[in-house]
């Protein structure tokens, strides 16, 4: 796949061409995004949602910049991107605190819903409706909630609170308290991180992109396909890393084992996993740069994407739900609740796991 | 399957001396375990595990004495036949319940250690390795365990207690002092079941069965296989109202919906698996009569059966956990621990309801 690129009929465009062009258009969508962000007041007011919106399209152009300065280092101006490649990586890490956090409440408040029975869905659908619930919640829910009055102690945002017991409602309400007040200072430090001297030395880096980009003397006759290609044996390096036969049998246990373990979250056993993810990310920016006007539409790389998207939520809301299990003074109904809920979010992550096996091996057999 | 059975062609065999050659052999089987366990002293002392082996024997007979009767009731006298079943049945599950709290006990001490990490096992070994540990845990521990020794508030009987968490911990004691209370109180039970004048009206018409069966008069001119048939349709009928299609997809987190609700245990979701459970074993002991010799070995109706009895056990032991967690003035800890427990217990659930589905497919194709 990563063996077709640029029309080789078409004397005027240069490899080079290929990657500045690339670089150009995110640093656009980067100032673009950033105006919007000041022109909306950093989500203090109104303009919440859209600021919101803003600093996500900050991240987007921000990973995208970084990915490229990395799978193409060859044909950038070396000193240059090896300095601005962590800046990068710092910014888009303090811009997706809040979004992770909001995420996370959805996600184990919605949980706690399916565990106490407040949402039966008929049988046959439970497994779409499932996938579904989890692609939307990364996003939807999050980017419409106003960050200016999520902050507090308020009852988790459940439809059918009738339902849950006093351990689920009570979990649910800790969660709630935890995690807004943890995507209330993440939203804070994106503020300040957004006002400070070392985001506007990042700002006028990618200023200076969006102009000229800063590409080596041989750069003009480079060839991508090796480095995109190296980014794409990268990715399957990693996967052959995985234990992918124990993903392959569904209910192994394995996400779970630990589960009690004295050690405290995150898990060990997860970082490979998240680890691919970030690989697949770049294989696929690399991609956008070789098919600029459409990547083409690979179903299996999207669904093999999309469980290790689901694959770290769960994971983050499984120790979220242990680490709220920690604090002093709950009842015991609340800190059951809470162990209930931490093996789901472990099973959503073995099962994750599961789905990511499916559709790589698919994905190898069609390739192959 | 159920076509084929005794040689057609041995003109001294009628279909009512199979029936009644099975149960003259399942009454004497009946009464031999009887004088064994009166010769061991009911497990009081010393014969503790060849008592405890005695009442396994005595239930293994009743429940397949029960059975004949019921599958092949008209051959049998109807009021003689109608009058002891619901007695066999009461017998069955009085002597059936120690061994069920030693064997529940077990799997979830087994289950704490597993979560705790305590017993890492290589990954490509997971699933054997538990699909051995279910058969083996539902027979061997709780008849090598003394049953006098057992009462107390010992902690649990893991081998390496050294990386369970204090909760782990905990629950595991917790559950080792209801478990082990009940066990005893089922023990106490079960002797005074066989020393009750209720018991001794089952023993001598078990005896009145070893000599002399009581057939009808038209019993010897009978069929048995519409009879058998009907118990296999029975099965199959049963197995058609469960929900396989979801029991298909791995993952599908069905077992854990209510996992929180406000109702107590057991879950109704389980009632038809376990019906179907009975209806398996009743076809089972209709095989045994047609075929005296053996029964042609199906590996796929034994996984099937085995996929049964751990859904059975994982929603017992699921259900103990709750129960516990409902146990006043527990600390967080232990609840989060019982939760987690729960959570996993249920997993197995649909983990066996999953392998039922998978080894039923299999049996359907290869009988089509």
Redesign the interface.
């Given at each position: 796949m990563a063996q077709q690129h640029l029309d080789p009929t078409d004397p005027t465009v240069t490899p080079a061409d290929a990657v500045a062009g690339y670089l150009r258009a995110r640093a656009t969508e980067f100032l673009r995004a950033l105006r919007t962000h000041r022109e909306t007041g950093g989500g203090a007011a109104a303009g919440a949602e859209e600021s919101t919106d803003a600093a996500l399209a900050l991240r987007r152009s921000a990973r995208r910049i970084s990915g490229t300065l990395h799978t193409f280092r060859p044909l950038l101006d070396t000193d240059w991107s090896d300095s601005l490649r962590p800046e990068l990586a710092w910014l888009a890490g303090t811009l997706g605190r809040e979004h992770a956090y909001a995420a996370r409440l959805d996600r184990l408040v919605g949980a706690?819903n399916?565990?106490?029975?407040a949402t039966?869905f008929p049988?046959?659908q439970?497994?779409p409706a499932?996938s579904a619930s989890v692609a939307a919640g990364s996003r939807t829910p999050a980017a419409a909630r106003p960050a200016a009055s999520a902050v507090g102690t308020r009852p988790p945002a459940a439809p059918d609170r009738g339902?849950?017991?006093v351990?689920?409602a009570k979990a649910g309400a800790l969660l709630d308290r935890q995690l807004t007040l943890a995507r209330t200072r993440a939203h804070s430090a994106a503020l300040q991180a957004l006002g400070s001297s070392r985001f506007h030395a990042v700002a006028d880096s990618v200023a200076v992109l969006a102009s000229e980009v800063p590409l080596t003397p041989t750069a003009p006759t480079a060839d991508l396909r090796p480095l995109a290609a190296a980014a794409h044996d990268r990715l399957c390096d990693a996967v052959t890393g995985l234990?992918l036969?124990?993903a392959a049998?569904?209910?192994?246990?394995?996400a779970?084992?630990?589960?009690?373990?004295?050690d405290t979250a995150p898990h060990p056993q997860d970082a490979p996993w998240h680890q691919v993810r970030l690989l697949l990310r770049l294989h696929r920016y690399a991609l956008e740069v070789l098919y600029p006007e459409a990547v083409p539409v690979d179903v299996r790389l999207l669904a093999a994407g999309e469980a290790l998207n689901r694959h770290r939520d769960a994971s983050e809301a499984g120790s979220a739900a242990a680490a709220a299990?920690r604090t002093p003074r709950?009842?015991?109904?609340?800190?059951?609740?809470?162990?209930?809920?931490?093996?789901?979010q472990r099973?959503?992550v073995?099962?994750a796991r599961?789905a990511f096996q499916q559709s790589w091996q698919k994905e190898a057999v069609s390739t192959s």
């Open positions: 706690l399916r565990l106490s029975g039966p049988a046959q439970t497994v499932r339902n849950l017991t351990g689920a234990p036969h124990t049998h569904p209910y192994n246990a394995e779970l084992v630990h589960g009690l373990s004295p299990a709950i009842a015991p109904a609340t800190a059951y609740a809470l162990g209930v809920l931490h093996a789901d099973h959503e073995e099962a599961f």
